[in-house]
């Protein structure tokens, strides 16, 4: 064995240990070791690659939106994982908006746009079926990154109403505003995206037609609380760290955590161009892989400090590190006198299945985006599916890294699912869920 190829044997060896070491530990509910200077660093530890899985290109170019939620791609990047996969020269962009984000995936990398994103769970689907886009672009969804950790939060104004849950006092409100002329705005951040469906969902549960009752803006996360700094709106729903930036700075409280409105809810996922996908199958096994390592990283309680240190640069999030911490540790100020200390609804990249692209809650997505009129009644729900979701790249990269059985969900259904508000959604039957509720377009 030549001096090069023992050293490459040493340190892949190494790597190997190190990654099992790792993936026990937190398949096992044990901490793993924590890592010297240098491994913890952001230099990239050596490759741990088969000749025959070695990914056909070593880079490609990610886009993030300024959420604690991307953290599994901004951590794969820090830490070396990306490159520990053999994908040394993965980009990780910061995009404007979520329209910005479209635009991108729409150009590609050869058109100076994007090949994959950290982006809203239902804009794959849009995508695909040309709804939000000049003609189809096909997506592919690799993994789920992250559960829980949106909010809706509610202007100052509102706050003696002490607005949760049950928001019956905010429909009073705002019956008696609009009679007397006033244009109510609640702002999501993307048509037909999460924060647009849960502040739909929750509306209508306490009786507020958000299509009649209350106008929809559309307003990018960094600028949520900017907004409602100067009273252009009335409530928000975004993700992270823009809730508790809004509660630090006494601008607006939080009426209801997403967790708390359907409880471990699939929020953001990892998606490709499906023609990156289709060229590059192996590349795309490194990503899932990488993801996975960095969501797992993030879940580690012993690591969320030094991950809010990390988004909260300039680089990323631009944000002071008290705005993210909090909450990514399970402590929730709701700024109205409520304070939640080691909640089970915190955001989680890898616990529960966090990471896994259950194809059951993308047939909810779908099935609210009929529901408010951005996709026809018959959506051929199973079809789109099955081609827009890959779950079965999540399974072989989960093989490839000896993930645990018991981490590995054993059907692509999490099952019936139920509300806040007592409703339940049967992914097998959704005509059922749809007739059942009593506000929709559809």
């Given at each position: 064995?030549?001096?090069?190829?023992?050293?490459?044997?040493?340190?892949?060896?190494?790597?190997?240990?190190?990654?099992?070491?790792?993936?026990?530990?937190?398949?096992?509910?044990v901490?793993?070791?924590?890592?010297?200077?240098?491994?913890?660093?952001?230099?990239?530890?050596?490759?741990?690659?088969?000749?025959?899985?070695?990914?056909?290109?070593?880079?490609?170019?990610?886009?993030?939106?300024?959420?604690?939620?991307?953290?599994?791609?901004?951590?794969?990047?820090?830490?070396?994982?990306?490159?520990?996969?053999?994908?040394?020269?993965?980009e990780?962009?910061?995009?404007?908006?979520?329209?910005?984000?479209?635009?991108n995936?729409?150009l590609?990398?050869?058109?100076?746009?994007?090949?994959?994103?950290?982006?809203?769970s239902?804009?794959?689907?849009?995508?695909?079926?040309?709804?939000?886009?000049?003609?189809?672009?096909?997506?592919?969804?690799?993994?789920?990154?992250?559960?829980?950790?949106?909010?809706?939060?509610?202007?100052?104004?509102?706050?003696?109403?002490?607005?949760?849950?049950?928001?019956?006092?905010?429909?009073?409100?705002?019956?008696?505003?609009?009679?007397?002329?006033?244009?109510?705005?609640?702002?999501?951040?993307?048509?037909?995206g999460?924060?647009?469906?849960?502040?739909?969902?929750w509306?209508?549960?306490?009786?507020?037609?958000?299509?009649?009752?209350?106008?929809?803006?559309?307003?990018?996360?960094?600028?949520?609380v900017?907004?409602?700094?100067?009273?252009?709106?009335?409530?928000?729903?975004?993700?992270?760290?823009?809730?508790?930036?809004?509660?630090n700075?006494?601008?607006?409280?939080?009426?209801?955590?997403?967790?708390?409105?359907?409880?471990?809810?699939?929020?953001?996922?990892?998606?490709?161009?499906?023609?990156?996908?289709?060229?590059?199958?192996?590349?795309a096994?490194?990503?899932?892989?990488?993801?996975?390592?960095?969501?797992?990283?993030?879940?580690?309680?012993?690591?969320?400090?030094?991950?809010?240190?990390?988004?909260?640069?300039?680089?990323?999030l631009?944000?002071?590190?008290?705005?993210?911490?909090?909450?990514?540790?399970?402590?929730?100020?709701?700024?109205?006198?409520?304070?939640?200390e080691?909640?089970?609804?915190?955001?989680?990249?890898?616990?529960?299945?966090?990471?896994?692209?259950?194809?059951?809650?993308?047939?909810?997505?779908?099935?609210?985006?009929?529901?408010?009129?951005?996709?026809?009644?018959?959506?051929?729900?199973?079809?789109?599916?099955?081609k827009?979701?890959?779950?079965?790249?999540?399974?072989?990269?989960?093989?490839a890294?000896?993930?645990?059985?018991?981490?590995?969900?054993?059907?692509?259904?999490?099952?019936?699912?139920?509300?806040?508000?007592?409703?339940?959604?049967?992914?097998?039957?959704?005509?059922?869920?749809?007739?059942?509720?009593?506000?929709?377009?559809?």
């Open positions: 064995m030549t001096r090069i190829s023992r050293r490459r044997f040493i340190l892949t060896a190494s790597a190997t240990a190190l990654t099992a070491t790792a993936l026990h530990a937190c398949n096992s509910g901490s793993a070791p924590t890592p010297s200077p240098a491994a913890s660093s952001t230099a990239s530890p050596a490759v741990n690659v088969a000749a025959a899985d070695t990914p056909e290109v070593t880079g490609v170019k990610l886009g993030f939106i300024a959420l604690t939620d991307s953290a599994p791609l901004i951590i794969a990047k820090q830490k070396g994982y990306f490159a520990k996969h053999g994908m040394p020269d993965v990780v962009s910061k995009q404007a908006n979520w329209g910005a984000t479209r635009d995936l729409v590609g990398s050869q058109g100076n746009g994007i090949d994959g994103a950290h982006i809203l239902p804009m794959p689907y849009l995508m695909t079926l040309g709804k939000i886009t000049k003609q189809p672009v096909p997506m592919t969804i690799l993994a789920r990154l992250n559960t829980n950790g949106q909010a809706i939060s509610v202007s100052n104004t509102y706050k003696e109403l002490k607005i949760g849950t049950d928001a019956s006092p905010l429909k009073i409100a705002f019956a008696k505003q609009k009679s007397s002329g006033k244009d109510l705005k609640c702002a999501v951040t993307f048509p037909g999460t924060h647009d469906l849960w502040m739909r969902y509306l209508a549960a306490n009786g507020i037609d958000p299509n009649t009752d209350v106008s929809t803006i559309v307003v990018p996360p960094p600028q949520m900017a907004n409602m700094k100067v009273n252009t709106m009335e409530a928000f729903c975004v993700g992270e760290p823009w809730n508790a930036q809004l509660v700075q006494q601008l607006g409280y939080t009426a209801i955590t997403t967790g708390e409105l359907w409880k471990d809810h699939p929020e953001k996922a990892l998606a490709m161009r499906s023609d990156w996908v289709e060229k590059n199958p192996k590349a096994k490194a990503l899932v892989m990488a993801v996975m390592e960095a969501q797992m990283w993030c879940d580690r309680p012993e690591n969320k400090a030094e991950m809010c240190e990390i988004l909260s640069s300039r680089e990323w631009k944000v002071p590190t008290a705005d993210i911490l909090g909450r990514a540790q399970g402590k929730i100020d709701y700024g109205n006198g409520k304070v939640v080691n909640s089970p609804l915190l955001m989680k990249f890898w616990a529960d299945f966090a990471s896994y692209p259950f194809q059951s809650h993308d047939a909810w997505f779908l099935t609210e985006n009929i529901r408010w009129g951005n996709l026809p009644a018959d959506t051929d729900l199973k079809q789109v599916i099955a827009v979701n890959r779950e079965d790249i999540w399974r072989e990269a989960a093989k890294l000896n993930v645990a059985a018991a981490d590995i969900p054993a059907s692509t259904s999490r099952g019936v699912e139920t509300f806040f508000d007592g409703v339940k959604f049967d992914p097998e039957n959704p005509a059922a869920y749809l007739s059942s509720l009593k506000i929709k377009k559809a």
